[in-house]
């Protein structure tokens, strides 16, 4: 309450005051705006702001501590990345960047470490590490996978539980939403990769507001607006229903599949003096299909196949903030689902191989939070909580090759404790110090493993720059693929830690680098082979795993990025590192994800025609090194296998893309339209996907990504 609020826009300046909840409202021309939000007695806060016409531009903020009053000193946080190895991502900058398609993951590449692992799909490579050790959140509750299409650009085109064709969140639905790539707070556990971190946005409070989009992708439908009159409630739906046929028929090349998927996300807020209450949830369904070409218009082994895939997703849950003088209690509780089914089959009798697989499986995912946040005295916050989670997975397999059948129906359920507890230290006026510890207490087969993992960071911060040392020991579930057939294993663990510097050189710049080193341990692997999960991605899972293998990354980071102002933005990140593995009695070897360096070069102007008129270009460069893979071996009878006397001994070429956006938009009294153009690989570059031995070619082929995808918008905001 009374918190000073400017909004900052040449030539003009508005200002307000929030209320006794912390709420203010600022009725503006439609136009971008500097926010800046201060208190006697905490760190204030600034940012970008971009409102249009038709529709309200909501932002949560949260003010921190500080010890100095303001009049003395006074310290500016950036909301894009605050602090080592964590990346906010706001709605506004997710709309921009090119070829985002309104997905959170795909608009966290343009930022240092993080690879999106294949053109056709989502999953992020993070620091060198698998996709496979990501976890989600959403609204603070740990969930399932939520994208569609989990088997797209995966080379067994089975699907993975950490990615997947596009997000069934869209961001125009999201507020809060980041990427933790490092040592990240006691709160957060369960993981050896990185966080995705999602939080729904609030409906408007005041009006009701529509958004309606059709694309080339399909349609795209939003409402938001009070509940019963009353700016105390609030609901916020979202529905797509797409299809990449239009594209297929301009000659955009999917491997000739048939691709469709829609969803529907929403979330109803109910706000009280000292509450406020979420329901919310996402649920979609996708599927592809791909049939058998005639033999003689069979070009490759995929030719010969037809394949059907299909899945329906879901997460629904609450959660209930109340807050007290000193204290806040935060509850909360959902459930998530993910049923999958593929099944393909061949009339090619090839010598050696699968003639039909039939796979199906049901994931289920139930967690409930309680935490704590107290003030213990002007300089000491502590936190603490815990969080249940009880996890069951059912699969069935049935394979039929030429040398028999191989049938698997197995079940697994597993339950996880993670209680945790967390103090934040006010040190000095410059000096802040966090110390948690988190424990992670797992049931499988009724065999039970504890783990204590300590956390503690440390920040110095001036005016302009900033330090920080942060470090971390967390624990991860096995995947529960993993675990049906191996069931002795333990966790997996990672010790992270993180050195980033952080500088303010000119008016609206910002200039961070990152040391970082990640240690991987008990990572399950065959005894005596390289065989190793620390590469594991979208491979079948052997059997006899044990805790064997170790891993190590280390990398340097640089980020240099200006924020949106005077009508332009720029983002430079660049990034080196080292990622290696062994199983135990065996030397090191470069991992599968160990691509060396990634570089990704951002930026986009405005040009405004009066007030109510702008054009927009957007433009990323990416550069990646290229992924490792095993090579193929070719004896003289044409029998091909992997060479595993040198695993991901080979590596694919290097990556380089192109991608822009253009867009046009138009303000008139209550609503905006625009126009928009995304074309990911403008210049049509061949990347390299993965190799494999196509057995009616009977050679090694080595399949490239995607070409040039071209997505024309049109939208509506009112």
Same mark, same amino acid.
């Given at each position: 309450?009374?918190?000073?609020?400017?909004?900052?826009?040449?030539?003009?300046?508005?200002?307000?005051?929030?209320?006794?909840?912390?709420?203010?409202?600022?009725?503006?021309?439609?136009?971008?705006?500097?926010?800046?939000?201060?208190?006697?007695?905490?760190?204030?806060?600034?940012?970008?702001?971009?409102?249009?016409?038709?529709?309200?531009?909501?932002?949560?903020?949260?003010?921190?501590?500080?010890?100095?009053?303001?009049?003395?000193?006074?310290?500016?946080?950036?909301?894009?990345?605050?602090?080592?190895?964590?990346?906010?991502?706001?709605?506004?900058?997710?709309?921009?960047?090119?070829?985002?398609?309104?997905?959170?993951?795909?608009?966290?590449?343009?930022?240092?470490?993080?690879?999106?692992?294949?053109?056709?799909?989502?999953?992020?490579?993070?620091?060198?590490?698998?996709?496979?050790?990501?976890?989600?959140?959403?609204?603070?509750?740990?969930?399932?996978?939520?994208?569609?299409?989990?088997? +797209?650009?995966?080379?067994?085109?089975?699907?993975?539980?950490?990615?997947?064709?596009?997000?069934?969140?869209?961001?125009?639905?999201?507020?809060?939403?980041?990427?933790?790539?490092?040592?990240?707070?006691?709160?957060?556990?369960?993981?050896?990769?990185?966080?995705?971190?999602?939080?729904?946005?609030?409906?408007?409070?005041?009006?009701?507001?529509?958004?309606?989009? +059709?694309?080339?992708?399909?349609?795209?439908?939003?409402?938001?607006?009070?509940?019963?009159?009353?700016?105390?409630?609030?609901?916020?739906?979202?529905?797509?229903?797409?299809?990449?046929?239009?594209?297929?028929?301009?000659?955009?090349?999917?491997?000739?599949?048939?691709?469709?998927?829609?969803?529907?996300?929403?979330?109803?807020?109910?706000?009280?003096?000292?509450?406020?209450?979420?329901?919310?949830?996402?649920?979609?369904?996708?599927?592809?299909?791909?049939?058998?070409?005639?033999?003689?218009?069979?070009?490759?082994?995929?030719?010969?196949?037809?394949?059907?895939?299909?899945?329906?997703?879901?997460?629904?849950?609450?959660?209930?903030?109340?807050?007290?003088?000193?204290?806040?209690?935060?509850?909360?509780?959902?459930?998530?689902?993910?049923?999958?089914?593929?099944?393909?089959?061949?009339?090619?009798?090839?010598?050696?191989?699968?003639?039909?697989?039939?796979?199906?499986?049901?994931?289920?995912?139930?967690?409930?939070?309680?935490?704590?946040?107290?003030?213990?005295?002007?300089?000491?916050?502590?936190?603490?909580?815990?969080?249940?989670?009880?996890?069951?997975?059912?699969?069935?397999?049935?394979?039929?090759?030429?040398?028999?059948?191989?049938?698997?129906?197995?079940?697994?359920?597993?339950?996880?404790?993670?209680?945790?507890?967390?103090?934040?230290?006010?040190?000095?006026?410059?000096?802040?110090?966090?110390?948690?510890?988190?424990?992670?207490?797992?049931?499988?087969?009724?065999?039970?493993?504890?783990?204590?993992?300590?956390?503690?960071?440390?920040?110095?911060?001036?005016?302009?720059?900033?330090?920080?040392?942060?470090?971390?020991?967390?624990?991860?579930?096995?995947?529960?693929?993993?675990?049906?057939?191996?069931?002795?294993?333990?966790?997996?663990?990672?010790?992270?830690?993180?050195?980033?510097?952080?500088?303010?050189?000119?008016?609206?710049?910002?200039?961070?680098?990152?040391?970082?080193?990640?240690?991987?341990?008990?990572?399950?692997?065959?005894?005596?082979?390289?065989?190793?999960?620390?590469?594991?991605?979208?491979?079948?899972?052997?059997?006899?795993?044990?805790?064997?293998?170790?891993?190590?990354?280390?990398?340097?980071?640089?980020?240099?990025?200006?924020?949106?102002?005077?009508?332009?933005?720029?983002?430079?990140?660049?990034?080196?590192?080292?990622?290696?593995?062994?199983?135990?009695?065996?030397?090191?070897?470069?991992?599968?994800?160990?691509?060396?360096?990634?570089?990704?070069?951002?930026?986009?102007?405005?040009?405004?025609?009066?007030?109510?008129?702008?054009?927009?270009?957007?433009?990323?460069?990416?550069?990646?090194?290229?992924?490792?893979?095993?090579?193929?071996?070719?004896?003289?009878?044409?029998?091909?296998?992997?060479?595993?006397?040198?695993?991901?001994?080979?590596?694919?070429?290097?990556?380089?893309?192109?991608?822009?956006?253009?867009?046009?938009?138009?303000?008139?009294?209550?609503?905006?339209?625009?126009?928009?153009?995304?074309?990911?690989?403008?210049?049509?570059?061949?990347?390299?996907?993965?190799?494999?031995?196509?057995?009616?070619?009977?050679?090694?082929?080595?399949?490239?990504?995607?070409?040039?995808?071209?997505?024309?918008?049109?939208?509506?905001?009112?």
């Amino acid at each position: 309450m009374g918190a000073s609020v400017q909004l900052l826009a040449k030539p003009d300046l508005f200002t307000s005051v929030t209320d006794s909840a912390g709420r203010f409202s600022i009725y503006v021309p439609a136009q971008r705006y500097d926010l800046k939000i201060s208190f006697v007695g905490f760190q204030s806060v600034e940012q970008e702001l971009l409102v249009i016409a038709g529709k309200s531009a909501n932002v949560s903020i949260v003010l921190l501590e500080s010890i100095t009053s303001l009049d003395t000193l006074e310290v500016i946080s950036n909301s894009y990345l605050t602090g080592g190895g964590i990346i906010h991502m706001p709605l506004e900058r997710a709309l921009r960047l090119p070829a985002s398609y309104f997905d959170p993951m795909r608009a966290m590449i343009s930022y240092p470490g993080v690879v999106q692992a294949n053109d056709q799909a989502n999953s992020l490579i993070i620091r060198g590490a698998s996709p496979a050790g990501m976890l989600w959140r959403l609204n603070g509750l740990d969930i399932l996978n939520p994208n569609h299409l989990s088997n +797209a650009g995966t080379l067994s085109d089975k699907p993975i539980s950490s990615g997947g064709g596009v997000n069934m969140l869209s961001a125009q639905v999201l507020d809060r939403t980041q990427l933790i790539t490092s040592a990240a707070p006691a709160s957060y556990g369960n993981y050896t990769s990185g966080v995705m971190d999602l939080h729904f946005r609030e409906g408007n409070h005041d009006n009701h507001e529509y958004t309606a989009q +059709a694309s080339l992708l399909g349609l795209d439908l939003a409402a938001e607006g009070p509940i019963a009159d009353s700016r105390q409630h609030s609901y916020l739906v979202n529905y797509r229903y797409s299809t990449i046929g239009l594209l297929s028929q301009m000659g955009v090349n999917f491997g000739d599949e048939q691709i469709d998927f829609q969803d529907i996300s929403f979330q109803l807020s109910f706000t009280n003096k000292r509450s406020q209450t979420h329901i919310f949830g996402v649920g979609g369904k996708s599927k592809n299909k791909f049939e058998a070409k005639p033999i003689q218009e069979r070009e490759v082994e995929k030719d010969a196949f037809d394949v059907k895939y299909q899945s329906t997703g879901a997460s629904a849950g609450i959660t209930h903030l109340y807050q007290g003088q000193r204290s806040t209690l935060k509850i909360g509780a959902t459930y998530s689902v993910k049923d999958q089914t593929r099944h393909s089959e061949t009339d090619f009798l090839f010598t050696q191989g699968t003639l039909s697989d039939q796979y199906s499986s049901i994931e289920q995912l139930m967690s409930g939070m309680i935490q704590v946040q107290t003030r213990l005295a002007k300089v000491i916050h502590l936190s603490y909580g815990a969080m249940a989670s009880w996890h069951q997975l059912d699969l069935q397999n049935d394979v039929i090759q030429v040398a028999g059948s191989i049938n698997l129906k197995e079940n697994i359920r597993i339950w996880l404790l993670q209680p945790w507890v967390s103090s934040d230290f006010l040190l000095s006026d410059h000096l802040t110090m966090e110390l948690g510890l988190r424990g992670h207490q797992s049931n499988a087969h009724g065999i039970h493993h504890s783990r204590l993992d300590p956390r503690i960071k440390v920040n110095y911060h001036s005016r302009k720059a900033t330090w920080e040392w942060s470090s971390a020991m967390n624990s991860q579930l096995q995947p529960l693929s993993v675990v049906v057939s191996n069931a002795n294993l333990k966790p997996s663990r990672t010790w992270q830690t993180n050195l980033s510097y952080s500088q303010v050189f000119k008016k609206n710049w910002r200039l961070i680098h990152q040391l970082y080193y990640h240690k991987l341990m008990d990572v399950p692997a065959v005894s005596g082979t390289p065989t190793s999960l620390i590469n594991f991605f979208d491979e079948s899972v052997p059997t006899g795993l044990t805790n064997s293998s170790y891993g190590n990354v280390l990398g340097w980071e640089s980020l240099a990025e200006k924020r949106f102002q005077n009508q332009r933005y720029a983002i430079a990140s660049f990034s080196v590192y080292d990622s290696r593995y062994r199983v135990e009695g065996l030397p090191w070897r470069a991992s599968r994800f160990h691509g060396i360096y990634t570089f990704s070069l951002n930026g986009g102007k405005e040009w405004k025609r009066k007030k109510e008129k702008s054009f927009g270009i957007h433009l990323r460069v990416l550069a990646v090194g290229g992924q490792r893979t095993t090579p193929i071996l070719v004896d003289a009878t044409g029998i091909p296998s992997f060479d595993l006397t040198n695993p991901f001994g080979q590596s694919l070429g290097d990556y380089l893309r192109l991608d822009s956006r253009f867009v046009w938009s138009k303000n008139k009294n209550g609503y905006t339209r625009s126009i928009s153009l995304d074309i990911q690989n403008t210049l049509g570059i061949e990347n390299d996907g993965f190799q494999y031995f196509d057995r009616l070619q009977q050679k090694v082929i080595r399949q490239k990504q995607l070409g040039i995808i071209p997505v024309l918008v049109y939208r509506v905001d009112f």
